[in-house]
Antibody, heavy 115, light 107 residues
Framework: EVQLVESGGGLIQPGGSLRLSCAASGFTVNLNYMSWVRQAPGKGLEWVSVLYSGANPKYADSVKGRFTVSTDNSNNTFYLQMNSLRDEDTAVYYC?????????WGQGTTVTVSS | EVVLTQSPDFQSVTPKEKVTITCRASQGIGNSLHWYQQKPNQSPKLLIKYASQSFSGVPSRFSGSGSGTDFTLTISSLEAEDAATYYCQQSGTLPFTFGPGTKVDIK
C-alpha cells in the first residue's frame, strides 16, 4: 500500500528552524516527484515546493531562500527544512506524491510559529 | 503567477441534486487543471486530473471538463458523503497554485 506519514511539527518561536519528515512506503521517493502543500488554520491549500525525482527543487516565492527540500534514500524519506520561520508559516503541512497532480497525501503535521 | 478563482464560494445542496463548480485561470493553462476534495479534518483527495481524467477509485458521479482558462467540476447526483470543500489546482506554470475552494454543504 502506498502511504505517506509526516512528522516533526510543533511549536517554534519566530526565527527558529524545524525539519519536517515524510516517511514513504509502497514506493521509492527519489524515483518519484514529491511535493509539500500547507494549509493555514481555517484557510485554503497553498503549494509550497516540489522535488523532481530527487533533483531540481522549486519553491513558492513565500518560502524561497528559507525552506529546502531533500530526500534520504536510505530510509525512503522526504524532508522539508524550514529556517527563519515566521508567524505566517503557521499551518498544517502535507507531503504528497506527485508534482503536477498529487495522488497520495499524508495526514499532515502541524507547525505553529509563535512567541 | 496563475491566479485561480472558483465559484460559488459556498453551495448548500439537496441530495440527488446536480452540483457544478467552476474554476477560472488568470491565463491559459491548457488542460493542466486538477480537482481535489477535502472533508473536515482530513487530507485532500485527488478526484480529477488533467481537467477531465477521473482518478482511480473516484465515483463516476464526479466529472470534469474544460481547457484553457475555464474549467468545471460536476457532481451528477449529490450524496451526503460529498459534503466537503473542493479545490482546483493548476500545474501549467510554476509556481503551481490552488483555487480558494468551494464548500458544499448538504441541506
Amino acid at each position: 500500500e502506498v502511504q505517506l506519514v509526516e512528522s516533526g511539527g510543533g511549536l517554534i518561536q519566530p526565527g527558529g528552524s524545524l525539519r519536517l519528515s515524510c516517511a514513504a512506503s509502497g514506493f521509492t521517493v527519489n524515483l518519484n516527484y514529491m511535493s509539500w502543500v500547507r494549509q493555514a488554520p481555517g484557510k485554503g491549500l497553498e503549494w509550497v515546493s516540489v522535488l523532481y525525482s530527487g533533483a531540481n527543487p522549486k519553491y513558492a516565492d513565500s518560502v524561497k531562500g528559507r525552506f529546502t527540500v531533500s530526500t534520504d534514500n536510505s530510509n525512503n524519506t522526504f524532508y522539508l527544512q524550514m529556517n527563519s520561520l515566521r508567524d505566517e508559516d503557521t499551518a498544517v503541512y502535507y507531503c504528497a506524491k506527485g508534482a503536477y497532480y498529487l495522488d497520495v497525501w499524508g495526514q499532515g503535521t502541524t507547525v505553529t510559529v509563535s512567541s | 503567477e496563475v491566479v485561480l478563482t472558483q465559484s460559488p464560494d459556498f453551495q448548500s445542496v439537496t441530495p440527488k441534486e446536480k452540483v457544478t463548480i467552476t474554476c477560472r485561470a488568470s491565463q491559459g493553462i491548457g488542460n493542466s487543471l486538477h480537482w481535489y476534495q477535502q472533508k473536515p479534518n482530513q487530507s485532500p483527495k485527488l478526484l480529477i486530473k488533467y481537467a477531465s481524467q477521473s482518478f482511480s477509485g473516484v465515483p463516476s458521479r464526479f466529472s470534469g471538463s474544460g481547457s484553457g482558462t475555464d474549467f468545471t467540476l460536476t457532481i451528477s447526483s449529490l450524496e451526503a458523503e460529498d459534503a466537503a470543500t473542493y479545490y482546483c489546482q493548476q500545474s501549467g506554470t510554476l509556481p503551481f497554485t490552488f483555487g480558494p475552494g468551494t464548500k458544499v454543504d448538504i441541506k
